[in-house]
């Protein structure tokens, strides 16, 4: 598009606001007259018309509820500055969202199985689950990991581990998103070296790792070091990719978890954007150049039931975030401004009551997303809170948004409900909670103070707390919890069940690893990388060597924690 | 053992007494249910193990919310252990006032230490009670010492009057700062001067650390009348009646040690990471030999029996005196009496039930 | 006379970090007049006996969302019996099939509650439990 174009659509969006203006003395006047009838008609009683997040709405919205001249300044047009129609220009015109369901059980074996199995039938990325155990550090032999080994993800304890687990996928043509936090480190050189193995160098190596360390303090809780050491590790992460990973991205900072753990909308964007500032803050206090390393920072949010204020915190997240790139970091780079973002529908609003419904509340979280203009989406199985998911549940999952983009026609237009009265006036609530919430973690010193006194824990506990008390007083209705019960229920969906045998298998592995490697050249390289850290050097390049070495990830873990100590959570209720 | 006290004892308590004698940790942890819970026999099973009480050092531990405390009584207990010391700890925190219930969160900091051999952990509720709270840990910690137990740590928030006399009826009390709890003078406000054998500066890696440690030194300084020289023994504020350190000797005791003050240390420190609490828990037992060596730690002792006693006399009284006024309530005319006759009248009537030669005398 | 005060120990064993129920749990349990002694994330049946012990409690309640159910709970209630806790009750929570719930009571432990459990049903349970149980009178 070219400028001449742009100042034109402009002067004619400049003479629409001035229409409006004169519009709005009018309207003020009538509406006062429509509120007066409002008020003296009888209203329902089964609900008090707030949002799941507590938020108020009113009965209607009108030109009053939005900014004035607001277009051009907030809105604008999508791939363009504040971005909050979209983050590209022709958005879903010219590639749909990514479908990506991610998944991983039990063993690496196990799990290259069903990756193969993906991979044939057309699918280009994947997306790893890994279990409790790997996602704390701990290895599958620990005897803290009994009893979780691939119970809930794949187990993987050392490079062996991850070579089986890429068995046969060449990770130059695969791009592999990892889930993965605390020890994000440790799996990114796993992964790193079993492209070594596989002869990928690492430029070419593309994927994600989650590497969000702030948002584990705040709800998720895999966390490993506390947060000063823990920020040290990733701005080392996004140092040594910019120059030997440049296709990988090094982190996706996430909302889903602070959500999932009882957040509000606003509270999911404020933490969120605010963690991501956090990460700004570090990487420019390491030296390196904005533009450099923002590209590579994508985003990760929760898609809840309250579907008008979902679509807007999307919406609110890139004006916000392009605001502050550009204005508080002076970033140059549009690419820099851009929130580009994956979604997960909401797994806490999963039912175990009547568990078929949640094929429809997965359907409208999903439509929400897709609206609110999602780069990629993961969809929840309907039995995913009751066990990890069957085969059968994930391919609705997946099928929920090919109905979505193929047959609902709402991928046909870019941000179809932008200039919706009540959608622009939700995108203002949210940005305005949003920066009161920025001013108030400022006052407490920034995020790490905020954390380390409990405060964020406190709120979202707060809010879960609030919902609780609203669920069971019944004044927000869950279909089929606290109405719409049905007695003697069976809800006969059938549960996947992961045997006890992947930790058996686990545990053989690593004694088999231990007593076939060099143990000698496993010290050495624990030595060296513990010293690395003690002399405050970049930790990538000798957690390479000992990744090489065959050290596992609770050896790692063990060596950098007695330099840095372990994170203890605040009580905070 | 006192055999009386055994004597009035059920079987089941008795049973209880002996396990608790041969060193079971369950039957440490009933009797203190039994004893907090004020249940049928808990003073007869405190008599019969009053014997073995006295042996253990008793140190509290207090500071506002957020100092360290936890995390600062966790890395002391690890001291204690490494010098195979056993330890007992006892950590108090409020119970909401509108519904009694309480959520004890302060074993997260010590999480290390719950199976670690020769560590016993108990978390308390206060209980809203004024002089109850007092007299609970007190007991507690008797149980802890008649156990074995060589130290006896107890964490209060040093927010109420309550808490801090918890925290000062042991031997020495450990006073936790951190830069963000504000400074020296707030510290005085808050009633901390008064209790502090000991300050330690927590989180001293953070900005204000130093700041901090100088205005504790100058207001300690201001309250000894000595400037540059800050030391321990004001007078004139109740709370010091019941502590060791602070109780001036009497004049023929003092002789030896008249220019052996206590000078309170301000001792930074960074709990999380072990730093600065070597020298805390060395202070604590220096603090100790000064208390046996100047003859104050005699007379600490006697001033918490005295007041132990006061408190036990307060509650039997209490009991009794509670006892007959709701017989009196049951009786039939007693609504009429509480329109017609005055509260102070009332009281009379009441109390020459259980005490029939009452004075008269008004108050 | 203190009146006597439901103890119990809210945890989460293992290396789930999913405390959002029983955090919610620990505080309605307070609200409901209720001592709640609690521990945090990630500690080890061991841990979880010894605070029991320590605590003198009258209920443990687990928090387990990581499938570990069949694993953890045994070990708990096997550790609780060996040091003489077999009058106190373990119960719980978390993602649990009907089929395991079933198992486990037949082991001994208590009433496990799934997704969707108000705070309301733990609480009445509990309440009913320790009144039954008696051992809020024994002397």
């Known amino acids: 598009m070219s400028h001449v174009l742009d100042r034109e659509a402009a002067e004619a969006l400049q003479a629409e606001v001035e229409r409006r203006r004169a519009e709005l003395a009018e309207l003020e006047a009538r509406l006062s007259g429509w509120t007066a009838a409002y008020e003296a008609t009888s209203k329902r009683d089964d609900t008090d018309f707030t949002t799941v997040s507590g938020r108020v709405i009113a009965p209607l919205y009108t030109p009053a509820d939005t900014r004035e001249d607001e277009y051009l300044r907030d809105i604008g047009l999508p791939g363009e500055y504040p971005f909050t129609r979209g983050p590209y220009q022709t958005m879903y015109r010219t590639r749909l969202w990514t479908m990506r369901l991610f998944s991983g059980f039990a063993t690496a074996e196990e799990t290259n199985e069903r990756y193969k199995f993906l991979l044939e039938r057309g699918q280009t990325g994947l997306s790893v689950a890994f279990d409790f155990p790997t996602l704390m550090g701990y290895d599958s032999d620990d005897p803290m990991s009994e009893g979780e080994v691939g119970k809930c993800g794949v187990a993987i304890s050392s490079l062996a581990d991850m070579e089986t687990l890429f068995d046969g996928i060449p990770l130059d043509r695969v791009s592999v998103s990892m889930t993965i936090n605390g020890p994000a480190i440790m799996l990114y050189c796993f992964l790193l070296a079993t492209a070594e193995k596989q002869g990928v160098p690492f430029e070419r190596v593309r994927g994600t790792i989650q590497n969000d360390i702030l948002k584990e303090y705040m709800a998720q809780h895999a966390w490993i070091y506390p947060p000063e050491p823990a920020l040290k590790i990733i701005t080392d992460i996004f140092e040594w990719s910019a120059e030997h990973a440049p296709r990988f991205n090094t982190i996706s900072i996430s909302g889903y978890h602070i959500r999932e753990a009882g957040a509000t909308a606003g509270q999911e964007l404020a933490y969120t954007l605010k963690n991501g500032f956090t990460y700004v803050e570090r990487g420019i206090a390491r030296g390196l150049d904005v533009d450099e390393f923002a590209p590579r920072l994508s985003f990760f949010w929760d898609v809840h039931n309250d579907f008008f204020e979902e679509i807007a915190k999307f919406r609110a997240g890139r004006r916000i975030w392009a605001r502050h790139m550009r204005e508080v970091y002076g970033a140059q780079k549009p690419e820099s401004w851009r929130l580009r973002t994956h979604a997960q529908t909401a797994g806490v609003t999963l039912t175990a009551q009547q568990p078929y419904n949640n094929v429809a509340r997965v359907a409208y979280q999903g439509l929400a997303a897709v609206l609110g203009g999602t780069q990629s989406l993961h969809t929840n199985a309907l039995d995913e809170t009751l066990a990890l998911p069957t085969e059968h549940a994930v391919r609705i999952a997946l099928r929920t948004q090919q109905i979505l983009a193929y047959e609902t026609g709402v991928a046909n237009t870019i941000d179809p409900l932008a200039g919706s009265y009540f959608v622009e006036s939700l995108t203002d609530q949210l940005e305005d909670e949003a920066e009161a919430i920025f001013a108030e973690i400022d006052e407490l010193g920034g995020v790490v103070p905020g954390i380390e006194t409990g405060y964020f824990q406190g709120r979202i506990a707060r809010s879960a707390r609030r919902f609780q008390d609203e669920l069971e007083a019944g004044s927000r209705v869950v279909v089929g919890v606290n109405a719409f019960e049905e007695a003697d229920e069976d809800h006969g969906v059938e549960i996947l069940r992961i045997d006890e045998s992947a930790g058996e298998t686990q545990r053989r592995r690593l004694a088999e690893l231990r007593s076939r490697r060099n143990a000698e050249e496993v010290t050495r390289a624990l030595a060296d990388l513990a010293d690395a850290a003690r002399n405050d050097q970049n930790l990538l390049p000798p957690m390479l060597d000992a990744v090489r070495a065959y050290a596992t990830l609770g050896e790692i873990r063990v060596a950098l924690e007695d330099v840095y100590g372990r994170f203890k959570e605040p009580i905070s209720f | ?363 | ?139």
């Not at chain 2, 008599?47 to 995390?71: F, M, N």
């Not at chain 2, 209490?318 to 049951?330: D, F, I, K, P, T």
């Not at chain 3, 609690?38 to 605590?55: D, M, N, R, S, V």
């Not at chain 3, 570990?68 to 929570?93: I, K, Q, S, W, Y």
């Open chain 3, 1 to 139: 006379m203190s009146e006597r005060k439901i103890r119990v120990l809210v945890a989460k064993p293992g290396l789930d970090g999913h405390d959002r129920g029983a955090k919610v749990i620990a505080a309605a349990l307070r609200d409901a007049g209720m001592e709640v002694i609690y521990t945090g994330l990630h500690q080890t049946p061991e841990k979880i006996a010894a605070t029991a012990l320590q605590e003198d409690v009258d209920v443990v309640a687990l928090s387990i969302l990581s499938g570990a159910h069949m694993t953890l709970f045994p070990r708990v209630l096997r550790l609780m019996t060996e040091n003489g806790m077999d009058d106190v009750l373990l119960t719980g929570g978390g993602i649990i099939p009907s089929e395991d719930i079933e198992a486990l009571q037949e082991q001994g432990v208590g009433q496990l509650f799934g997704p969707g459990t108000t705070t309301g049903e733990a609480v009445a349970y509990i309440s009913r439990w320790f009144e039954e149980s008696g051992r809020g009178v024994e002397a």
């Open chain 2, 1 to 363: 053992m006192n055999e009386s006290a055994l004597a009035s004892l059920s079987p089941k308590q008795k049973g209880l007494i002996e396990r608790f004698q041969s060193g079971q940790p369950l039957a440490l942890s009933r009797v203190i249910s039994h004893v907090e819970n004020h249940r049928p026999g808990f003073e007869s099973m405190l008599e019969a193990l009053h014997g073995a009480v006295g042996r253990a050092r008793r140190i509290g531990i207090t500071g506002p919310p957020g100092a360290g405390k936890s995390t600062l009584t966790a890395a002391l207990a690890r001291w204690y252990r490494e010098r195979d010391l056993t330890v007992g700890i006892i950590a108090v925190d409020p119970s909401s006032p509108f519904t009694g219930g309480a959520l004890l969160g302060d074993r997260v900091r010590m999480d290390d230490l719950a199976t670690e051999p020769g560590i016993f952990i108990r978390s308390m509720a206060s209980r809203g009670s004024h002089g109850g709270l007092a007299a609970s840990t007190r007991e507690t910690a008797d149980l802890l010492d008649a156990f074995g137990f060589d130290r006896i740590l107890l964490e209060t928030v040093g927010v109420g009057q309550s808490e801090l006399e918890v925290a000062s009826s042991t031997d020495s009390t450990l006073v936790v700062l951190v830069p963000e709890s504000g400074d020296g003078i707030q510290a005085m406000k808050a009633g901390l001067m008064e209790v502090a054998d000991l300050f330690a500066v927590n989180k001293a890696d953070r900005p204000g650390a130093d700041r901090l440690k100088r205005e504790i030194e100058i207001v300690l300084a201001l309250r000894s009348g000595k400037p540059g020289r800050p030391a321990a023994g004001h007078h004139g504020v109740d709370l010091s009646s019941l502590r060791a350190g602070r109780e001036d000797p009497p004049q023929e005791e003092r002789a030896g040690v008249a220019d052996d003050a206590w000078e309170v240390p301000v001792i930074p420190c960074v709990a999380s990471r072990s730093e600065g609490v070597e020298e805390v828990a060395e202070t604590l037992e220096e603090h100790f030999r000064w208390l046996e060596a100047s003859g104050r730690l005699a007379d600490g002792r006697r001033a918490q029996a005295r007041e132990h006693a006061r408190l036990v006399l307060e509650r039997a009284m209490g009991r009794q005196a509670m006892q007959a006024w709701e017989s009196w309530l049951a009786t039939e005319g007693a609504d009429r009496e509480l329109e017609s006759r005055s509260p102070y009248a009332i009281s009379r009537t009441v109390l020459s039930e259980v005490w029939p030669d009452a004075p008269t005398a008004e108050y």
